[in-house]
């Protein structure tokens, strides 16, 4: 048997709870913000490489892994996760449309002579 009573401040422990994983989901929202930021700019200034994409790629994993570890921590339901998870969608969405752009160039460079693709 288990017996329980109501903590004193128990609203402020929910509060203070909330807001760290405000700022944590924040700081998912930024990261996506800051990746769709240089794929813009990397698409602008042209030529698209593998290497850009397998960078933001691994950095697109790691804030999924950490939203996920935040979404197990965030046991009493705070505002910023449904944010969170659109902002990673988004991301996702802009990484996929930058991955076909560098398999487009990677297809292009493919040479008639050689039959192979970089040399």
Do not use: W
Request: glycine fraction near 10%.
């Amino acid at each position: 048997m288990l017996r329980a009573e109501p903590v004193e401040g128990e609203p402020d422990l929910i509060a203070i709870f909330n807001a760290a994983r405000e700022q944590e989901y924040g700081e998912i929202i930024a990261g996506c913000g800051e990746i769709i930021a240089r794929i813009e700019a990397m698409t602008a200034a042209g030529p698209f490489r593998f290497h850009d994409l397998a960078e933001m790629d691994a950095e697109l994993k790691q804030l999924s892994v950490r939203a996920g570890t935040i979404r197990a921590l965030d046991l009493l339901g705070a505002a910023n996760a449904g944010s969170a998870l659109s902002a990673l969608a988004s991301c996702r969405a802009v990484l996929d449309g930058f991955a076909q752009r560098v398999y487009q160039t990677d297809i292009a460079a493919v040479t008639p002579s050689t039959g192979c693709g970089r040399e």
